[in-house]
Nanobody, 121 residues
Framework: QVQLVESGGGLVHAGGSLRLSCAAS????????MGWYRQAPGKQRDLVAT???????NYADSVKGRFTISRDNPKKMVYLQMNSLKPEDTAVYYC???????????????WGQGTQVNVFA
């Protein structure tokens, strides 16, 4: 099995910063994409940022210039540095990974349990 465990959420003033971390573990042959999605109450889960193993990144327009995604491939970790936080960034943030469990298997998507981020004005 594959586990993704997030950490680093919390409560922060608007304009403040938080850093989210996610560690992947378990039966993993290779990880292609890792990233973050978020879901606010009553809304769908949306892309925040992803990063390929080769370093290509993709950001939601709403976070460009404020959030930075990074990865430590040997440690199977992904990070999200969130600066200039706004109340509208309040959501549960989910770690995501596209994982190949063996050299014979296809890539499958895995999700963490989520970490809450609350930004107050």
């Amino acid at each position: 099995q594959v586990q993704l465990v997030e950490s680093g959420g919390g409560l922060v003033h608007a304009g403040g910063s938080l850093r989210l971390s996610c560690a992947a573990s378990g039966s993993i042959f290779n990880i292609r994409d890792m990233g973050w999605y978020r879901q606010a109450p009553g809304k769908q889960r949306d892309l925040v940022a992803t990063r390929t193993s080769g370093g290509d990144t993709n950001y939601a327009d709403s976070v460009k210039g404020r959030f930075t995604i990074s990865r430590d491939n040997p440690k199977k970790m992904v990070y999200l540095q969130m600066n200039s936080l706004k109340p509208e960034d309040t959501a549960v943030y989910y770690c995501y990974a596209s994982v190949k469990r063996t050299c014979y298997s296809s890539y499958a998507d895995y999700w963490g349990q989520g970490t809450q981020v609350n930004v107050f004005a």
